[in-house]
């Protein structure tokens, strides 16, 4: 009996030893995470650009305002600097899992030598509810996920803040400051788009202006020289989406129709050469393989994994429709009206109104304080129709668009004059 006591002390003091040695090999950051309650679990990830890399899971209220509907688990990468540096949220419009690359630094973290938390989008990849009750997918929710982050890291991050995203993720930077605008110092969204209705009206009219009119005329040519060839390149168009498993609401004729044309917006968004567009007289293989390469039949697949963005698009963040008056007489489409929720949008969400709350919301609080914000824009990107270029007068608030630019606009592809303005502004915002 005494050996077994001795042997149970034994094992006791192995035990406090061993929990000892683990919380004392535990860095100071994962210390300070394992203190955050809404952390459910944190894993390390390998970084090459940063000296600790963590994935963790906040849980969140599917409803901010009634914690009681349920809550889901939102993934957050917590990229490690240093304590006393600034820190970058990055407010991400879709899914988080590139930024898992050990090699991945956001383009402002590196500029400052930043900490940055990545923030996953709800209800998109690991951050999506079950079930996926759509009425919890809102701007407003979507702000509160991003304020309850920032309030957990505050603490172990307690310098200044700022906050950036691209494109949805730019949105999302712009609707977070106007929720809560005294959370970040700093709000730096890229090519962010300020949409007034499910079919803003402001893009077609802005495509008709962009560039020369030699570069809209080459488009307009080849987007007829593909209709004029649906003939041949039907039926090659229906094997590829059969091949590829695409499933649509619409029939095939019809998504062949909004492929051409949806392709200059494309092309113009991300800013390939107009140059690289085949001549008229090109072979159908041509034809065909650069049509897909710039508007590819994959993004009006029904159940789309990018739904949630279409949801949103739909509901309160807007979206832009197509000119089909150039192309009427090769159309097997009488409208492109609605072509969101007839082609995009779950079956139970396709006569769902838009909401102008949010874009008024925003519009007013931008017209009405002077936050400290840059917003980047590329002047040939088709979303810049619907950005916030008509700000003037601000003293804080600075508007720069890449001239020639697309949606690839950053503060690195700045002409390097403006390149300089914006990061003395934010360093000078930083002391």
Sequence with gaps: MKNLRNCYA??????????????????????????????????????????????????????????????????????????????????????????????????????????????????????????????????ENSADDLHAVRNAFKSIYPGKWIATGISKGGQTTLLYRTFYPDDVDISVPYVAPLCYAAEDGRHEPFLKKVSTPQDRKRIEDFQLEVLKRKATLLPRFEKYCDEKGLKFRAPVEEIYDYCVLEYSFALWQWGSPVNSIPATTAPDDEIFAHLLDISNPDYFIADSPTASFFVQAARELGYYGYDTKPFKKYLSIQSSKAYLHRLMLPEELKDMPFDKTLSKKITEFLKKNDPRMIFIYGQNDPWTAAGVTWLKGKKNIHVFVEPGGSHRARISTLPEAEKKQAMELINEWLK
Aim: proline residues 5%.
């Design 10 to 139: 034994a094992f006791l003091l192995f035990a406090l030893l061993f929990v000892s040695a683990t919380a004392w090999a535990q860095t100071d950051l994962q210390q300070k995470l394992s203190q955050i309650s809404a952390i459910t679990e944190t894993r390390p990830l390998e970084s090459t650009r940063f000296s600790e890399k963590y994935v963790t899971y906040f849980n969140q209220p599917l409803d901010h305002d009634h914690p009681e509907k349920g809550s889901f688990r939102q993934r957050v990468i917590v990229s490690h600097v240093g304590f006393d540096r600034p820190t970058v949220i990055v407010t991400e419009g879709y899914g988080a899992a590139y930024a898992l690359n050990p090699k991945y630094r956001e383009e402002l973290s590196e500029l400052l030598d930043a900490n940055m938390i990545f923030v996953e989008y709800r209800y998109f990849l690991e951050s999506t509810p079950e079930p996926k009750d759509w009425q919890y997918l809102t701007a």
